[in-house]
């Protein structure tokens, strides 16, 4: 009973976030990239060089689905392709440090828009805000 007065609780919680926070975040980060792109650059980031296979995994697509969206990447510099040098077969994309560069700025512009939201506040609910979030947070990366 109390696992469906939680769920309840996230179901409406989470199209609130993506209003007043989400939203707002993504149409101030003007990276050019879309967000499977971006999507794409931040798994590459956390998880290192990876085939793409692996990576079509962690995108939860099919791998021909992914090959446009990392051809477009490297188009742009921001991944590369490297092969393996004992199998040529294998090709590990990783992120250049255009790409490094590029998930940086975006960074600093999506924490500059949550920033401004957090102005609202005073210095009592920003400190609840943020036990709370740190909380959540933490509840959450234990959900596999």
Request: with cysteine; glycine share 2%; net charge neutral.
């Amino acid at each position: 009973m109390h696992d469906l007065k939680t769920a309840e609780t996230l179901f409406h919680l989470i199209p609130l976030l993506e209003k007043r926070f989400f939203r707002t975040v993504a149409q101030q980060s003007k990276t050019g990239l879309s967000p499977m792109q971006m999507h794409a650059l931040l798994l590459l980031k956390e998880h290192g060089a990876c085939t793409m296979s692996a990576l079509a995994g962690e995108m939860l697509m099919p791998k021909q689905q992914v090959t446009p969206i990392i051809d477009k990447l490297v188009k742009e510099n921001f991944v590369q392709r490297e092969y393996d040098p004992v199998d040529r077969r294998i090709i590990r994309i990783r992120l250049t440090p255009s790409g490094l560069d590029l998930l940086e700025k975006d960074k600093l512009t999506k924490l500059d828009v949550l920033n401004s939201k957090l102005a609202y506040l005073d210095e009592n609910d920003l400190q609840s805000l943020d036990e709370a979030a740190t909380a959540f947070l933490k509840l959450i990366q234990k959900i596999p």
